[in-house]
């Protein structure tokens, strides 16, 4: 089962995919993915966290989250189009110590932090 991700508007932006790894776009493109509960970018960068169904930056603050997780009610998800290929991976950088988590709003959009995992 694929799992929507909602930005801090409840606007849906990205979605998990069934391998439960891999983060779409709503363009079908593939843009970042999940090892154990860190978030990667294709090109090997640590672009955050992944826990208990939030998204959280690099320093700990919250970006996005699924919808049994979000604090406000979220839009309806539009129709998703055929998944692109996924990039090959670029070794990852050595993980980042995990800060506390904080459920304060990031700096960054849940779309900018996902765009930054595929810019190279």
Request: charge should be positive; avoid cysteine.
């Given at each position: 089962?694929?799992?929507?991700?909602?930005?801090?508007?409840?606007k849906?932006?990205?979605?998990?995919?069934?391998?439960?790894?891999?983060?779409?776009?709503?363009?079908?493109?593939?843009?970042?993915?999940?090892?154990?509960?860190?978030?990667y970018?294709?090109?090997?960068?640590?672009?955050?966290?992944?826990?208990?169904?939030?998204?959280?930056?690099?320093?700990?603050?919250?970006?996005?989250?699924i919808?049994?997780?979000?604090?406000?009610?979220?839009?309806?998800?539009?129709?998703?189009?055929?998944?692109?290929?996924?990039?090959?991976?670029?070794?990852?950088?050595?993980?980042?110590?995990?800060?506390?988590?904080?459920?304060?709003?990031?700096?960054?959009?849940?779309?900018?932090?996902?765009?930054?995992?595929?810019?190279?």
């Amino acid at each position: 089962m694929e799992t929507t991700l909602y930005n801090q508007h409840g606007k849906p932006v990205a979605y998990i995919a069934e391998d439960r790894e891999t983060v779409y776009s709503w363009n079908g493109r593939a843009l970042a993915y999940i090892w154990e509960d860190k978030v990667y970018g294709w090109n090997g960068r640590q672009l955050g966290w992944y826990d208990n169904g939030t998204i959280f930056d690099i320093f700990g603050m919250r970006s996005g989250f699924i919808r049994k997780k979000s604090p406000i009610p979220t839009q309806m998800e539009p129709m998703k189009p055929v998944k692109g290929m996924k990039p090959v991976k670029t070794p990852r950088q050595e993980a980042v110590s995990k800060p506390m988590l904080i459920y304060g709003y990031s700096a960054k959009t849940l779309e900018e932090l996902l765009e930054d995992g595929a810019a190279m």
